[in-house]
């Protein structure tokens, strides 16, 4: 029995054919690459052991460019909606992952963040009434076997501390992911603006906690000031703009995959600058996670939704379905 494979969702609000689909998932995919280069980045460039002061580095002074760029505020519901969502995609992340990467060795920390395609997978069903996606859900554990063979090299350590915290910042990203698809973003409001939003929100959250906890490290070098500006401009105000513009335009579960590029790229990195070895089991790891990675972009023709009209499509913006990919908001990026 055939089972055939298609490329893009039909119920996609925008990216309706494969040229489409294939070209945003690329562009998405960018996201978490770059996301891959915080660990180094925290380890060889900003000062040890302010997490806190790092996260609100990352996330303010970006917000605040995004906001001005963007020239929008939020409105009516969107003030807390910003609120929540700042708080878990930056906010209450971004610290723990910076606790996650000043605790854990080479891409360790990073394990756990490629749990996050499972978390999504299940809150999709609970927040979006998705259907489960077996085979998203299998892919994504697949994942998670092959970054586990890739992180967990010779010199791979075990930290409680650190453990806790990756798995915290799965958890509050994978909600926020969810919550950005279910809420969308508001008529004329553009990816720039929603994520200057939520960087500002998540900044001034960690504010006083930043400046009370870390406080501003004593010595910040040349070093330490381009990491914070490649983790602010580019890591946060570039990245998360083109994050949300593919949670919009792919399948949730399907975007939340592609953050398994992150340890790879991190561990790539660990060998290249701080000399960390890459075995044989490594490679076989990197091997199955760029696999499950691909093959989670695909759905059967067993889990597609029946195609949609244009003008049912159209009309999903004023009645909005609950399927995952039918809902459309209005902007563009």
């Known amino acids: 029995m055939t089972t055939t494979i298609r490329l893009s969702e039909a119920s996609a609000p925008v990216a309706r054919t494969s040229g489409a689909l294939i070209g945003w998932t690329a562009l998405t995919a960018v996201a978490p690459a770059v996301w891959g280069t915080t660990y180094i980045v925290t380890t060889h460039m900003l000062p040890e052991g302010h997490a806190m ?25 969107w003030w807390w909606k910003s609120l929540v969502l700042g708080m878990l995609n930056m ?7 910076f606790v996650a990467a ?24 609970a927040i979006l009434h998705e259907r489960l996606s077996t085979w998203r859900v299998s892919w994504a554990l697949v994942g998670v076997l092959g970054v586990s063979l890739v992180v967990l090299g010779p010199d791979a350590a075990l930290d409680p501390i650190g453990i806790l915290a990756g798995l915290g910042g799965a958890a509050s990203m994978g909600t926020g992911v969810v919550l950005t698809k279910k809420w969308g973003r508001p008529q004329g409001v553009t ?22 906890i870390d406080g501003i490290p004593p010595r910040i070098d040349g ?54 070895a890459i075995t044989r089991i490594q490679l076989i790891g ?5 696999t499950a990675m691909v093959a989670g972009q695909l759905t059967p023709q067993r889990e597609r939704t029946p195609t949609m009209s244009l003008d049912q499509d159209r009309g999903s913006q004023e009645h909005p379905p ?7 908001s209005a902007g563009d990026p």
């Open 53 to 77: 002061f790092s996260a609100l580095m990352r996330s303010l002074p970006a917000g605040l460019i995004a906001v001005l760029l963007s020239r929008r505020l939020p409105h009516g519901t």
């Open 91 to 97: 906010g209450v992340f971004l610290p723990l992952l």
């Open 102 to 125: 000043q605790r854990l060795p080479g891409g360790v920390a990073a394990i756990l963040g490629s749990l996050q395609p499972v978390v999504v997978a299940f809150l999709a069903v």
């Open 191 to 212: 990816a720039l603006g929603l994520a200057g939003w939520q960087l500002t929100a998540g900044g001034l959250v960690l504010l006083i906690p930043a400046l009370l």
């Open 223 to 276: 070093f330490a000031v381009a990491g914070y500006l490649w983790l602010g401009l580019i890591g946060a105000l570039l990245t998360y703009t083109l994050w949300f513009s593919g949670i919009r335009r792919l399948p949730v579960t399907a975007t939340a995959l592609l953050g398994l590029l992150s340890p790879l790229v991190a561990t790539v990195l660990g060998a290249a600058i701080a000399g960390e």
């Open 286 to 290: 990197f091997a199955a996670a760029l």
């Open 322 to 328: 609950r399927q995952v990919g039918l809902r459309q």
